[in-house]
């Protein structure tokens, strides 16, 4: 990876600053919670070029970022119009992943979100994980810590015998990112949309991805509803390979 500009030392936080759009509303005129998942991943996005690592820069080398697992906790939703700022810091490295927080934050400083997130760095051609770079390590060191200090053990899937369809997403043209894969907000809509109603704050989510889909692929949910939680599979309809699952828990 490279340290960005010679001689120039990284921040090791970004922040930006969002209006939310009518586009990104829903019917309750506040952001959508895949919107959110947007927001996080511009955010990320441009620090990791501000410090040299965009995906661009890595593709060119072979390489791409992957997000492998995110934990969100979400106390409030911010409303159409409104102003807020995403932070975004790397926390160093958790076995294979690259581990990264996020915090919004109103107008007024009121805490809206945190998320914790590890990313996995993969070798395109044959789709290996690699080992994170010194520099992931390094520049942690003067990173605020871990909002939420999750050590990212499997999730539960939905028990066969109790699990019931939810709703399908198919992968259409316009979810697709530069590695030509359903971009990773586009399996975390899939998941949400799987869920029997709208997930709304306070609520703790929790997604593990842990397969690839493509343009035209149709991603069937299963669901089961636990004690204080709901648990979602999403698999591939033409392999039935595991592309992700999540947990949902009304709580934070």
Do not use: C
């Not at 009518?22 to 005129?29: I, L």
């Not at 998942?37 to 965009?54: C, I, P, R, S, V």
């Not at 590890?118 to 770079?133: D, E, F, H, S």
């Not at 648990?231 to 009304?250: F, I, W, Y």
Request: proline residues 7%; glycine residues 6%; hydrophobic residues 45%.
């Amino acid at each position: 990876m490279s340290a960005g500009t010679p001689g120039a030392v990284p921040a090791s936080t970004f922040a930006e600053r969002f209006r939310i759009r009518a586009s990104e509303m829903g019917p309750d005129a506040r952001l959508r919670l895949p919107a959110l998942f947007d927001l996080f991943q511009e955010a990320a996005g441009n620090h990791a070029t501000a410090l040299g690592w965009g995906s661009d820069v890595l593709l060119l080398r072979g390489q791409t970022w992957i997000l492998s697992r995110l934990t969100l906790k979400l106390a409030a939703l911010p409303a159409w119009r409104e102003e807020i700022t995403v932070e975004t810091w790397p926390t160093g490295v958790h076995r294979l992943w690259a581990l990264r927080e996020f915090r919004v934050a109103a107008a007024d400083g009121t805490e809206l979100a945190r998320a914790t997130s590890g990313w996995i760095l993969l070798a395109v051609a044959t789709k290996r994980p690699l080992r994170q770079a010194p520099e992931v390590t390094e520049i942690a060191k003067a990173s605020p810590p871990r909002l939420i200090p999750d050590a990212f053990e499997p999730l539960a899937a939905p028990e066969e015998a109790a699990a019931v369809p939810g709703t399908p997403s198919r992968v259409t043209r316009y979810d697709l990112d530069l590695n030509e894969h359903a971009n990773n907000v586009t399996i975390l809509r899939a998941l949400l949309t799987a869920l029997p109603r709208a997930a709304a704050p306070p609520l703790t989510f929790e997604a593990d991805f842990r397969g690839e889909a493509f343009e035209g692929d149709v991603l069937l949910a299963h669901v089961q509803e636990v004690a204080g939680a709901t648990r979602v599979l999403l698999s591939r309809e033409t392999d039935g390979k595991e592309v992700a699952r999540a947990v949902l828990a009304s709580s934070v």
